[in-house]
């Protein structure tokens, strides 16, 4: 009985920080340049609606995506013109371009529902588990780990591209020093704009694949305010990980964890108020954080807009 | 500073033009009217979108002016009724239950406007609280449970942990479970809220993991993709709260435990407008027939057959007044259940 | 003004000194309208919105003005929405200039209505001259506690505030429809909520039928008076050099652990005013989720304001305007609650943009740079 408890209680937990683990990659990518994006959680939910309308009008998850990356990539350029541009400041662009998405994805999901697109039977075509040949028939850890869908597999594969990108590429060490920096990197030689540009965009479209994820591969349809704050976790995340790709990797799943812990304690029978219950996470959270990941310092430059002179 | 001025100088100009642009008369209608508040969005889980349903049907059969504002958060609501009343409201509808108390204390302030409550607790001169029971259709689907479940043990999943739910939904639901089955262990689970989908799916899965063959669920939104996971996963469903919910997945949902509630709205605006609309509480259940049961036509023969006569015979039992939830949580008490 | 014939000249004339001082004027008067300005592009943008959806923007504006000018009564419905923001936005300032960026406030205004709960319903038998004012400090008692918490552990374990706040937010908030349903909540009954605070702690509004109370007066004072103690008083001197950067403070001799203590009081106290007021003002009695997101509105409004407390009555006056208006266009005019959103996102955009674009159309017209 213990196993069945086990085996459920992860495999919530993975299912739940894959989506913040996407979502907090792209904030972290942004935050070293530069840009601190609060606006991560109407990016995630502009990706579940877009992932969901692409999938739904043509019956391939496929779409669903790219519809996805593309609608993320174009608000994170949104977000870095109006930051680096119109100098606009970042917390208030980022609540900005929540509300907005909030009311556009409302707006059009009840325009699908009232011209009968969306019914009680609508189910968009998910992403199938992917079979590994040998792994996914192993007797514990195969179900556990190895019958998941491509996405969670790159969600892995994303932390160590990231953190290569960032420690062992010159591009990803002129980003690090764009964001502590600014003004050295421009005058060593660095594009800064180009780089914060191509940073929002990044940052955007993983967002965008975070919330797809929730649409394409969890769930068959989509509600509003689907995200319901998961973009603001996954900026606790970027914190909680101390602003480096593998802590936020652990964040994530410490994060995910805790939801499928909130599910999974009453399935075992234990008489919590559930009140009590949706607060151990981030009682944990703020034991862990005082106990074991201590002193977080971000990027000197993060929400200050770069002048070039 | 000179900035500074400049601006409060176009402020004040600003503020003052509103003021006396606002008070241009607009043409008041001579109709009735008829302003519904929401605490959700409509689209939040059926029991608003069948309100509001109702809402709309009564708009094109009688002739009144019909006005609503969603996602009315509890530190507004005071002052949107205010609002409204001040705006002209003839009869004010509010959508949850949580909020008879001030709706109230704001009727007695102006008894001649008209305030409905959906699901109040209770009434006034000028307020009518109609609602349902909240706990005879539970005792229906958890006697249908109890008769189906091979494993003994039925699931519950409910949207939000309230008294009201541990008391009536729960207690009912229970009760019925054991009713058709006295060996029966019920797993009742909380979602948290009305619409989270993606936590109400992984409750569904670890539910049925841990040996439940048959759930029920009143969880909103969640509803339907419970029944998707227990469409995948071969095992029974029964949801809430009207019968094209079988649509999603016609093998798997063997009963709906109806609701009718856009009957309850549409009831009080016909009442309103035929000028029968009396102040005090109502609670319409089984009898009047706004809950009951219905069985899916193609898994009605996956029922077992004392099965059906057991639900039927609680189902009298109930519009006969012999089984009341004050009975049920006594008995539960007595045995030891919690609910 | 310069004679019309020195405008008349054909190109190449040379700048004159009474030239840029025109400009300069003009500069700032553009300064001041450019906001007015984004403002009525966001509306126009949000019109064109309304009209593609078949309803007639200027009603629906028109009902957006009415519901907040035409008369007393529903004038005041913004109060019920600004004295809290205002209360939340003068907390997230101070916190700003000591360099605390509290997201937390949210939970400090759940936590201090609890607290004040505590005090209205377990003391009896006060005046009302004595109940008020003590339910009030429970209410700042209450904001200094959840708020102590990120401060420590900010000071002793290195926790950034951001995240440490955050997490403390959803634990006050739960611990809120905690104590309703269970602890605080009358036996026999099936409401979450609490009972209703001694009558003697109730605040009645002034005016029969609004919702104007002595919380309106209290908080336009507060806002004052912070705006006196911040940027007018050495005290507050001490706590912005210590915000600005602690290096300077120390040599300046200034006791940085006393600075941030009155940073985490007052800032955490007013965010507990915040949810006190709301308690006595209001309800009079602690239910689940009472407040609609004050806390995050505030840091908007404290943003746009520049952190300034005289000015953030002026923004948290436009942002309660906005709430209420945009509701009752949706009420009245039938517009979809989403294009609402829509509209406020825009708002809230093209506002904080515009400043940047004023400085840069205002170098041009002065010439060089600004």
Redo the contacts between chains.
Sequence with gaps: MIYIYLKSFLLAAINFSVPLLYTASGGLILVKAGIFNVGMEGMMLAGAFLGFYGALITGNPWVGLLLAIMGGALLGLMLAYAAIFLRGNQLILGFGINFFILGLTGFFYRMLCSSGLITLTTRVKNFSPIYIPFLSKLPILGEIFFNHNFLTYLAILLVIFVNWFFYKTTYGLSLLSVGENPEVADASGINVYLVQYMSAIASGVLAGIGGAFLTLTQVTIFTENMTAGGGFIALAIIVFGKFQPWGMLWASLFFGAGDALVSQLQIIGIRLPTQITFMLPYALAIVALAGVVGKVKGPSAAMKPFIKN | MKTNKVFLGILVLVFVALMMASTLAFTEPLKLKVVMLFANPITSEAWNLNCFKGLMRAKEDFDVDILYQESVSDGEFPGVLRSSIMEGADLIIVNELYRTEPTLEMAEQYPDTMFAVCYGTKGADNVASVGGTNWEANCLSGAVAGAMTETNTVGFMIATDSPIAHNYLNAGFIYGARWTNPEVKVLTTYVGSWDDILKGKELVISMIDAGVDIVYSQSGKANQIAVQVCEGKGVWAIVTPSNDMIDVAPKTVVAVSTLVADEIVYGIVEDMVKGNLQGGLVVKGIKEGVEDIYFNPLLIDKVPENGIERVMELRQKIIDGEVTIEKIREELTKENIIF | MLPYSRYLKGGGRKLMLSDVDNKK?GY??L???M??VALLVALFLGGVLIFSVGINPWKAY??M???????I??F??TF??FV?LLFCSLSFAVGVKGQFINIGIEGQLYFGALIATLAGIYIQCLPAFIHIPLVLLAGVIGGVFLFG?AGI?KI?????E???T???N??AI??V??MV??PL?PPN?????SEKIAESARLLPLIA???INLGLILSLLVAVIIYYYVYRSPYGYQIRVVGASSNVAKYAGIDILKSTISVIIIAGGLAGLAGAS?LIG??HKL?P????GYG?QA??TS??AKNNPLWII?TALLFSFI??GV??M???A?V??????????????M???S???TSKFSANLVGGRA
């Excluded at chain 3, 009954?189 to 909520?193: F, G, H, K, S």
């Excluded at chain 3, 989720?289 to 609609?292: G, Q, R, V």
Aim: charged content about 10%; some cysteine; aromatic content about 16%.
């Design positions: 004027q700032k008067i300064i001041a309208v906001p007015f028109g009902y003005f009415r519901s907040l000018f035409s008369n009564f529903l005041s419905e019920v929405h809290p918490i552990l002793k374990f290195g926790v950034d951001i995240i440490s955050l997490m403390l959803y634990l739960f611990l429809d905690f349903t269970y909540k009954t099936y409401i979450p909520q039928g609004t919702q709301m209001a309800q239910v989720a009472f407040s609609s995050f840091i908007c943003v746009l002026l709430q209420v509701g009752s949706h009420r009245n039938g979809p609650l989403s294009l609402c959103w829509v509209i406020q996102g825009m708002i809230m955009v506002i904080t943009s400043e940047y674009l």
